[in-house]
T-cell receptor, first 117, second 109 residues
Framework: GAVVSQHPSWVICKSGTSVKIECRSL??????MFWYRQFPKQSLMLMAT?????????EQGVEKDKFLINHASLTLSTLTVTSAHPEDSSFYIC?????????????FGQGTRLTVV | QKEVEQNSGPLSVPEGAIASLNCTYS??????FFWYRQYSGKSPELIMF????GDKEDGRFTAQLNKASQYVSLLIRDSQPSDSATYLC?????????FGKGTSLLVTP
């Protein structure tokens, strides 16, 4: 199956700093990637849709100035959590779907466990 | 708001039994449905997908879809302790997948 690589797998940062998370599709092109957040014992909540070459689409309630998304190429999307606070501590997961076929499954990165202290 | 509903469980079944996981969805126009398994602290991994009404079998797993009832289920035959995980139902929204909260399955030896 297709591979989506996410880095880092975990990060601890101080409150007020910024953290960048990378998501790469390794063996297919993804014009669209998705960023989810998952709190303990909760479901995956879609934060935003990352579109190659254009602005990301954010879900209601997600601050676009806090969660900066850049999709500069067909294989790379980045999520930057700016001015992180303890309440931003969560499991962040990216996913991508092949853009050359329809109705395909989403492939997930390994996830990034963010802890803000 | 497009809803995907699952019973959170935990669902406990003995080893060797059949585990039945259920999911309902609100968007009648949905066409694609997915079952993912997620172990604690890990990303979801795809188990099966189903597009057509009826049953689809893959090894010990059977997905069942009833679009008229807006209902999709996953059966796990001969359940093993290694099947203990959270099972997420996902419905295609047209671009992203909408996930249910997941059902926690515990298979006891």
């Amino acid at each position: 199956g297709a591979v989506v690589s996410q880095h880092p797998s975990w990060v601890i940062c101080k409150s007020g700093t910024s953290v960048k998370i990378e998501c790469r599709s390794l063996d297919f092109q993804a014009t669209t990637m998705f960023w989810y957040r998952q709190f303990p014992k909760q479901s995956l909540m879609l934060m935003a849709t990352s579109n190659e070459g254009s602005k990301a689409t954010y879900e209601q309630g997600v601050e676009k100035d806090k969660f900066l998304i850049n999709h500069a190429s067909l294989t790379l999307s980045t999520l930057t959590v700016t001015s992180a606070h303890p309440e931003d501590s969560s499991f962040y997961i990216c996913s991508a779907r092949r853009s050359d076929t329809q109705n395909t499954e989403a492939f997930f990165g390994q996830g990034t466990r963010l802890t803000v202290v | 708001q497009k809803e995907v509903e699952q019973n959170s469980g935990p669902l406990s079944v003995p080893e060797g039994a059949i585990a039945s996981l259920n999911c309902t969805y609100s968007d009648r126009g949905s066409q694609s449905f997915f079952w993912y398994r997620q172990y604690s602290g890990k990303s979801p991994e795809l188990i099966m997908f189903i597009y057509s009404n009826g049953d689809k079998e893959d090894g010990r797993f059977t997905a069942q879809l009833n679009k008229a009832s807006q209902y999709v289920s996953l059966l796990i035959r001969d359940s093993q302790p290694s099947d203990s995980a959270t099972y997420l139902c996902a419905v295609d929204s047209g671009y992203a997948l909408n996930f249910g909260k997941g059902t926690s399955l515990l298979v006891t030896p």
